[in-house]
Nanobody, 116 residues
Framework: VQLQASGGGFVQAGGSLRLSCAAS????????VNWYRQTPTNERDFVAG???????NLADSVQGRFSISRDRAENSVYLQMNSLKTDDAGVYFC???????????WGRGTLVTVSS
């Protein structure tokens, strides 16, 4: 599967963005899909995830502000980010792992900039 992340941009604190992770080459529902944010030290912190079965999980730091969803028709996973904080800024990556083979894939990142 190939993953294409998009939707990043510049937003003021308190604003919203929606990131998209579009899959091609395979059905995204065959994968557990996560969003990660790359920190200034180049670590990738878990932000949100959705399993192939549709179960969702959010990092504590984004509970109540972010949500993750999937659109089978668009073969995409979305990260809705509301009430953005400056700490949310960074490069966001989508990641997919096949539910059976456990093969892993990364998409290219999309940059989120949040101004105070």
């Amino acid at each position: 599967v190939q993953l294409q992340a998009s939707g990043g941009g510049f937003v003021q604190a308190g604003g919203s963005l929606r990131l998209s992770c579009a899959a091609s080459g395979s059905m995204i529902s065959l994968y557990n899909v996560n969003w990660y944010r790359q920190t200034p030290t180049n670590e990738r912190d878990f932000v949100a995830g959705i399993t192939g079965g549709g179960d969702t999980n959010l990092a504590d730091s984004v509970q109540g502000r972010f949500s993750i969803s999937r659109d089978r028709a668009e073969n995409s996973v979305y990260l809705q980010m509301n009430s953005l904080k400056t700490d949310d800024a960074g490069v966001y990556f989508c990641y997919a792992r096949h539910v059976i083979t456990r093969k892993e894939f990364w998409g290219r990142g999309t940059l989120v900039t949040v101004s105070s």
